[in-house]
């Protein structure tokens, strides 16, 4: 059992908790929490319930993928779960996942909008991979329903099961998230653009063409930066913070977010190395992946759980899966992030 779990759910080192859109905005869950003031029971074991619905749903979507790429995969020379298994058995794996997802969602099933949402975002997920439908082989149109399905669903899901109503957050999440999420797959298309052109694989980034597709890789990675800064300011001015240390917290959050970014922009001007450098480099620890994957994933998620686990200690639990989930338990990847070694580097300077 442990090792089929390994296998189809722990997924590429457990790719399930990194590129889950529910793990990777995770931060958006406990803003609707502070800002509706959800100190309750019912809203931890409803994040309990979702978090596990959303990781067989990822799974889905991945596995659905893979089954329809395993000839592709094998052209290019790339690991596929279903490898070393037969199509036969593949798709019991996949069917097991799916009921799986629908089960684990039981509480949920007399929400329409939750039941709308989860749906699309399944249809999608499967038209997206397989034929003769294929979404991912047809240029812009795939672009939009991959961003819809892995981003944009996942999000609205969570405004649904939580009765999220407040329009001006919802739209300026929902930006933010449909502009994170179409960087992260334009990006994962320029990485493999030689070879989806070699087999004729007709994704936006071939389509369109590299360099082209480069400067709007290059605008969405703007429009993220500004997006959550009028997030965070937003928050500044909506957040029921009573307790003037909580604010202090926050704003401290704040204001290391945009040191960050006033000090990107200005590199940016005397440094054309940094006008270049991709936050989606493996193993990179630099200014650009701490303001789009670093602080945003980790940083703001967990300053968020932090306050809410004095307003409501519960939260600690939500506080364990994130830390669990991300490996913040973990020394060396705490020495070894962005904000760890600047620090260390600035002590050092002042020594």
């Avoid at 960050?260 to 992946?289: C, G, M, T």
């Avoid at 307003?311 to 989930?325: D, E, G, S, T, W």
């Avoid at 973990?330 to 300077?349: C, G, H, P, R, V």
């Amino acid at each position: 059992m442990i090792r089929w779990i390994s296998k189809y759910i722990g997924w590429r080192h457990w790719a399930v908790l990194n590129y889950n859109a529910v793990f990777e905005n995770f931060f958006v869950l406990l803003y609707i929490a502070l800002v509706d003031s959800r100190y309750d029971a019912s809203f931890i074991a409803d994040s309990f319930i979702l978090i596990i619905f959303s990781i067989f749903a990822t799974t889905y979507g991945y596995l659905i993928n893979d089954y329809s790429d395993i000839d592709l995969d094998r052209l290019h020379g790339k690991s596929n779960t279903f490898e070393s298994d037969s199509k036969a058995k593949a798709l019991v794996v996949i069917i097991l996942i799916t009921l799986l997802s629908i089960v684990s969602c039981y509480p949920f099933w007399r929400n329409s909008y939750f039941v709308l949402w989860a749906v699309s975002w399944f249809a999608i997920a499967t038209f997206y991979s397989l034929k003769p439908v294929r979404l991912k082989e047809r240029g812009t149109v795939g672009i939009v329903f991959v961003v819809m399905a892995q981003r944009v669903l996942p999000a609205l899901i969570i405004f649904a099961v939580f009765g999220f109503t407040r329009r001006t957050d919802i739209a300026l999440l929902l930006l933010y998230i449909l502009f994170r999420g179409f960087s992260s797959d334009v990006n994962h298309q320029l990485s493999d653009y030689e070879k989806d052109r070699q087999t004729g694989t007709t994704t936006f980034a071939v389509a369109k063409g590299y360099r082209r597709v480069y400067r709007i890789f290059q605008l969405s990675l703007h429009a993220e930066r500004i997006l959550l800064s009028l997030i965070l300011v937003r928050m500044s001015l909506i957040l029921p913070l009573e307790n003037w240390w909580l604010k202090g917290f926050y704003y401290l959050l704040v204001a290391i977010y945009f040191a960050a970014l006033i000090v990107h922009y200005i590199k940016r001007i005397n440094d054309p190395a940094e006008r270049q450098r991709n936050p989606f480099a493996p193993q990179q620890r630099s200014l650009v992946q701490f303001l789009h994957h670093a602080f945003p994933s980790v940083g703001l998620p967990v300053g968020l759980n932090l306050i809410l686990s004095v307003k409501y200690f519960p939260f600690l639990l939500l506080l364990l899966i994130q830390i669990m989930a991300k490996r913040l338990y973990s020394i060396d990847i705490i020495k070894n992030n962005f904000l760890t070694q600047t620090l260390a580097k600035i002590w050092k300077t002042v020594r």
